[in-house]
Nanobody, 115 residues
Framework: QVQMVESGGGLVQPGGSLRLSCAAS????????MGWYRQAPGKQRELVAV???????NYADSVKGRFTISKDNAENTVALQMNSLKPEDTAVYFC?????????WGQGTQVTVSS
């Protein structure tokens, strides 16, 4: 059974940092691309960052230079380090695992950037 569990969300002031983590079980990290998406109220879900099975990364223009995605294949975890947070980063953040065989989502974790 596949489980995707996110953690690390919360309330932070503008300019602050948060680290999100996603623990995935029941999938093969070696063939899976892992990503973080976010959805703000009234907006569509959007890609934030993705790391493929080979370790290559891609970021949304809005977070380049501020966010870093990383993964630990041994622990089956993927993390999103978020620095210099802005109010417009406020959203529910979702972990995603995708391969040619499956597409799984976590339940989401709320990130609120506010003074």
């Amino acid at each position: 059974q596949v489980q995707m569990v996110e953690s690390g969300g919360g309330l932070v002031q503008p300019g602050g940092s948060l680290r999100l983590s996603c623990a995935a079980s029941g999938i093969r990290f070696s063939i899976t691309a892992m990503g973080w998406y976010r959805q703000a109220p009234g907006k569509q879900r959007e890609l934030v960052a993705v790391i493929n099975s080979g370790g290559s990364t891609n970021y949304a223009d809005s977070v380049k230079g501020r966010f870093t995605i990383s993964k630990d294949n041994a622990e089956n975890t993927v993390a999103l380090q978020m620095n210099s947070l802005k109010p417009e980063d406020t959203a529910v953040y979702f972990c995603n695992a995708i391969s040619r065989y499956y597409n799984y989502w976590g339940q989401g974790t709320q990130v609120t950037v506010s003074s």
